[in-house]
């Protein structure tokens, strides 16, 4: 991946370097004297920003074997003016041997030798000793400045695959950091009421009067079963099947169905919206945010829902999980719920995700964590601001047709 970005700032820098020689010469007065050379230039500066903006970012022979080309036309054109233009031939060399991954690589560096020989013999008056030695000089740092590339290609994909391990071992040690947290939160939300459990039996075994504890057990194994459903819900794989779902119907129902009958709900819901998913899921997702705004409000909830195709942050989502469903252009679906509750500091908006973590003295604490699982393994995302009624706003966006993965 990396490899591919620099061959894009390498087509970048080809462009520019060969742009800044044109004009420098331009600039200096030298362009009168050397016509053929500055129009050698010109058409390869022309080339190479033709190359730059119409190419694919996969590597290419071509873009080299045309700057060795280029390189020779401009040392045979200057030949006896500019004789540190040959150093040129050092920068597609040493990208080359970093940018193309087979050991094909020396034929560049021999490309190289071969053009500038040529050049060399039909340029100079006689071929002595000293150009013999100008030859082999050229030929020995044309084949160094490859294998040196070479090797940093070869360092390069090394350190990439060990840091790409070392996030693989620090999201799995994330997984499990987080499996224990939450057990340990499991294990002390139960621990409560099965201490009251076993008071209450004590109790009773003692003949003290039934009624009292018998409420208490009824509330406390009530207490223990919404635990374990919701844990189970939070921890369930989300390969469930997937089925066709009327979110225009499943939102107004959740959000009139709620029974605070004296809050306003103000709903601007557009008809006809589906979406292929888990209906048990959706529907927890939804409903726990809903009931959370319910339950935060004073006297008015507003829920929306509607489609678009195109925005910042859709398409952003789009780029970020392309690889969960199958067609990453598909519409999406936001549904907006708000409330003009008091809110929460901004200090807090990142833990209310968090499993078991809650402001209220009852519930689990998993209803907004199990609605963050399941829009975020539908490809989604949820979104917390403050709402200009003053609560909170809840943005939940998902594509209409998500591929399901784990997560």
């Known amino acids: ?33 050397m016509p053929l050379f500055m129009y050698a230039l010109g058409l390869y500066t022309l080339i190479a920003f033709l190359r730059f903006m119409t190419s694919a970012e996969k590597t290419s022979y071509f873009d080299f074997l045309l ?10 054109l200057s030949f006896g003016q500019y004789t540190y233009l040959s150093m040129l031939y050092l920068f597609p060399i040493f990208f080359s041997s970093i940018l193309i991954k087979t050991k094909r690589i020396y034929i560049f560096p021999l490309f190289a030798a071969i053009l500038y020989t040529i050049v060399y013999i039909i340029s100079s008056a ?36 060990y840091i790409r391990l070392l996030e693989e071992e620090k999201i799995r040690m994330q997984g499990y950091e987080r499996l224990y947290r939450v057990s340990a939160d499991l294990a002390h939300e139960l621990r409560n009421p099965l ?33 374990v459903t919701d844990f189970l819900l939070f921890s369930r794989p989300s390969d469930a099947p997937k089925e ?10 959740l ?69 969960r469903f199958s067609n990453p252009a598909d519409i999406w679906i936001t549904a907006e719920i708000e409330d003009d509750g008091p809110g929460i500091d901004d200090d807090m908006k990142d833990k209310i995700f968090e499993p078991f973590f809650t402001t209220k003295n009852y519930g689990t604490g998993l ?21 200009l009624m003053g609560g909170l706003k809840f943005t939940v966006i998902f594509p209409k047709n998500p591929s399901m993965g784990n997560s």
């Open 126 to 161: 006689a071929v002595d000793r000293e150009s013999l030695l100008n030859l082999s000089l050229h030929l020995l740092s044309f084949s160094s400045i490859a294998f040196a590339g070479d090797n940093l290609k070869e360092r390069m994909e090394k350190q990439e695959r």
């Open 67 to 76: 700057d060795i080309v280029f390189i020779s036309s401009i040392v045979y």
């Open 195 to 227: 201490a009251s459990v076993s008071a209450a039996i004590q109790f009773l075994k003692e003949g003290k009067p039934q009624a009292d504890y018998i409420e208490m057990l009824d509330t406390e194994t009530k207490r223990i079963k919404n635990l």
């Open 1 to 33: 991946m990396y490899l591919s970005y620099l061959f894009n700032y390498y087509r970048l820098g080809r462009f520019l370097f060969a742009l800044a020689l044109f004009l420098a010469f331009q600039v200096a007065g030298l362009a009168a004297g």
């Open 244 to 253: 066709k779902v009327n979110l225009t119907d499943l939102l107004k129902s």
């Open 367 to 387: 209803g907004l964590a199990i609605s963050y699982r399941i829009v975020n393994s539908l490809g989604g995302r949820i979104i917390v601001e403050k709402s």
């Open 255 to 323: 959000a009139k169905s709620r029974p605070n009958a004296n809050k306003e709900v103000a709903l601007e819901i557009e008809d006809g919206i589906e979406i292929t998913a888990s209906r048990t899921f959706i529907e927890a997702a939804l409903n726990n945010i809903i009931k959370n705004a319910f339950e935060a409000s004073e006297s008015k909830i507003r829920v929306a829902l509607k489609t678009a195709e195109h925005s910042d942050l859709l398409d952003a989502l789009r780029d970020l999980y392309a690889d």
